[in-house]
Protein backbone atom coordinates (compact mmCIF):
# COMPACT_ATOMS: atom_id res chain seq x y z
CA UNK A 1 0.00 0.00 0.00
CA UNK A 2 1.13 3.43 -0.67
CA UNK A 3 -0.04 6.78 -0.41
CA UNK A 4 1.95 9.82 -2.37
CA UNK A 5 0.74 13.64 -1.84
CA UNK A 6 2.09 16.07 -4.15
CA UNK A 7 1.18 19.98 -4.87
CA UNK A 8 2.84 21.37 -1.76
CA UNK A 9 4.57 24.63 -2.04
CA UNK A 10 5.16 28.20 -0.66
CA UNK A 11 2.27 30.52 -1.10
CA UNK A 12 1.25 34.26 -0.32
CA UNK A 13 -1.46 34.81 2.03
CA UNK A 14 -4.96 34.59 0.18
CA UNK A 15 -3.54 32.38 -2.60
CA UNK A 16 -4.35 28.77 -3.69
CA UNK A 17 -2.50 25.31 -3.75
CA UNK A 18 -4.29 21.80 -5.03
CA UNK A 19 -2.80 18.74 -3.52
CA UNK A 20 -2.82 15.35 -4.69
CA UNK A 21 -3.08 12.18 -3.45
CA UNK A 22 -2.30 9.15 -5.72
CA UNK A 23 -2.98 5.72 -4.21
CA UNK A 24 -1.43 2.12 -4.82
CA UNK A 25 -2.26 -1.68 -3.39
CA UNK A 26 -5.63 -1.18 -1.98
CA UNK A 27 -9.35 -1.13 -2.81
CA UNK A 28 -9.42 2.88 -3.07
CA UNK A 29 -12.99 2.81 -4.21
CA UNK A 30 -14.01 1.21 -0.79
CA UNK A 31 -12.37 3.91 1.41
CA UNK A 32 -13.23 7.00 2.88
CA UNK A 33 -9.88 9.24 2.88
CA UNK A 34 -8.77 12.03 4.74
CA UNK A 35 -6.67 14.96 4.78
CA UNK A 36 -4.57 15.88 8.18
CA UNK A 37 -1.98 18.42 8.33
CA UNK A 38 0.65 19.04 11.17
CA UNK A 39 2.29 22.60 12.18
CA UNK A 40 5.57 22.78 14.11
CA UNK A 41 5.49 21.66 17.86
CA UNK A 42 1.68 20.78 17.23
CA UNK A 43 0.08 17.40 16.96
CA UNK A 44 -1.67 16.11 13.90
CA UNK A 45 -4.98 17.66 12.87
CA UNK A 46 -7.94 16.28 10.69
CA UNK A 47 -8.83 18.89 8.04
CA UNK A 48 -10.93 17.11 6.25
CA UNK A 49 -12.79 13.79 5.21
CA UNK A 50 -14.25 12.08 1.47
CA UNK A 51 -16.55 9.11 1.69
CA UNK A 52 -15.87 6.24 -0.55
CA UNK A 53 -18.20 7.24 -3.26
CA UNK A 54 -17.35 11.45 -2.65
CA UNK A 55 -20.88 11.79 -1.93
CA UNK A 56 -20.27 12.93 1.05
CA UNK A 57 -17.45 15.36 2.68
CA UNK A 58 -16.39 16.86 6.16
CA UNK A 59 -14.19 19.62 6.81
CA UNK A 60 -12.61 21.07 9.94
CA UNK A 61 -14.63 24.52 11.35
CA UNK A 62 -11.02 26.32 10.74
CA UNK A 63 -11.10 24.82 7.12
CA UNK A 64 -14.71 25.29 6.43
CA UNK A 65 -15.54 27.26 2.97
CA UNK A 66 -12.36 27.66 2.00
CA UNK A 67 -10.65 24.35 0.89
CA UNK A 68 -12.45 21.52 -1.00
CA UNK A 69 -11.62 17.79 -1.09
CA UNK A 70 -12.58 15.90 -4.00
CA UNK A 71 -12.09 12.42 -5.37
CA UNK A 72 -11.58 10.48 -8.70
CA UNK A 73 -11.86 6.83 -8.31
CA UNK A 74 -11.23 5.75 -12.12
CA UNK A 75 -8.05 7.60 -11.56
CA UNK A 76 -7.19 6.35 -7.40
CA UNK A 77 -6.77 9.97 -6.80
CA UNK A 78 -7.94 12.51 -4.36
CA UNK A 79 -7.52 16.35 -3.91
CA UNK A 80 -7.31 18.65 -1.48
CA UNK A 81 -7.79 22.46 -3.15
CA UNK A 82 -7.39 24.91 -0.81
CA UNK A 83 -8.14 28.84 -1.38
CA UNK A 84 -7.68 31.41 0.78
CA UNK A 85 -4.86 30.38 2.97
CA UNK A 86 -3.72 32.09 5.38
CA UNK A 87 -0.32 31.68 7.72
CA UNK A 88 -1.88 29.11 9.82
CA UNK A 89 -2.43 26.48 7.43
CA UNK A 90 1.61 26.43 7.12
CA UNK A 91 1.62 22.29 7.71
CA UNK A 92 3.00 19.37 6.21
CA UNK A 93 -0.27 17.84 5.20
CA UNK A 94 -1.29 14.13 4.73
CA UNK A 95 -3.48 11.67 3.16
CA UNK A 96 -4.53 9.05 4.54
CA UNK A 97 -6.89 5.51 4.15
CA UNK A 98 -8.38 3.22 5.35
CA UNK A 99 -11.54 3.62 7.64
CA UNK A 100 -15.23 2.54 5.88
CA UNK A 101 -16.46 5.44 6.61
CA UNK A 102 -14.85 9.18 6.84
CA UNK A 103 -13.50 9.68 10.51
CA UNK A 104 -12.00 13.14 12.19
CA UNK A 105 -9.40 11.18 14.06
CA UNK A 106 -6.02 10.04 12.75
CA UNK A 107 -6.66 6.34 14.56
CA UNK A 108 -8.87 5.10 12.34
CA UNK A 109 -6.89 5.28 9.42
CA UNK A 110 -4.41 2.38 8.42
CA UNK A 111 -2.63 3.85 5.30
CA UNK A 112 -0.73 7.38 5.09
CA UNK A 113 1.37 8.60 2.58
CA UNK A 114 4.74 11.26 3.43
CA UNK A 115 3.30 14.43 3.71
CA UNK A 116 3.96 17.21 1.55
CA UNK A 117 4.78 20.50 3.07
CA UNK A 118 2.67 23.86 2.81
CA UNK A 119 4.14 27.67 3.66
CA UNK A 120 2.00 30.34 3.76
CA UNK A 121 4.12 33.45 3.61
CA UNK A 122 4.43 36.72 1.92
Known amino acids: VQLVESGGGLVQPGGSLRLSCAAFGFTFSSSAMGWFRQAPGKEREFVGGISWSGGITYYADSVKGRFGISRDNAKNMVYLQMDSLKPEDTAVYYC????????????????WGQGTQVTVSS
Open 96 to 111: AAGPKYVAPTSAEYDY
